[in-house]
């Protein structure tokens, strides 16, 4: 066929290595949001048992005898943050005192945020980004059924870990990060807010040229130190 450059066997191998992962990618896609959650899960208590290893063997860790975590993430990090949260306090463990959201996504794109109609197009994430990376990641579930994809919608949010939440003035999805914040609030979880003006959606990564940055990354380690300081 033209254009996929069967001259030699390098071009052959590569095309071939390029629809391998395309078909991957669309089998990754047919697994379901709580399939996701599960992963995430399994890392966070491979992680713990790492730690508690590691506690174990030093003796001057202060939090050594301590069986809890947190969790964390941006962007869609944060969306598995929240699942990974909820699922813990629904099955009992792992244990976790903290999470931190970074601008989460924690609903379905929505005109009617004026996050979306303000910022949608211009400050890096788009509305009509967000939509294609909505498509992929939830397929055809139904996001008011199922609290595990869209956290903002879950009925009950008692008891779930302090949260340090963090959104940006120029990003479509801050009022869903805030209005998730203050369902937090409502529901007698510790919370803390910061929205950063001037900030576009990806700012927390951008240290090493942007000063609101670093001050997050600060903010954030802060936030994180205290939920582990023994009061």
Known sequence: MPGLGTEDGGSTAATEAEAGDHGRRLLGMQHSTEDRGERTMRRRRWRIRRWLVLAATLATLSIAASASAMTGGDSAGGNL?????????????????????????VDVPNDRLASYRENGEGYFLTREGMDWFWNHYAGGCTPSADPYLCPLVAKDLRALPAAFVITAE?????????????????????????????????????????TKAREATKEAADALRAAFTPR
């Open 81 to 105: 943050t929240a699942v990974v949260a909820l699922m813990a306090r629904d099955r009992g463990r792992p244990r976790l005192v903290f999470q931190l959201l970074v601008y989460p996504v």
């Open 170 to 210: 120029f990003d479509p999805l801050r009022d869903e990060g805030e209005a998730y914040a203050a369902r937090l609030r409502e529901a007698g979880v510790p919370v803390r807010l910061t929205r950063y003006p001037g900030m576009i959606h990806g700012f927390f990564g951008m240290g090493a040229v942007v």
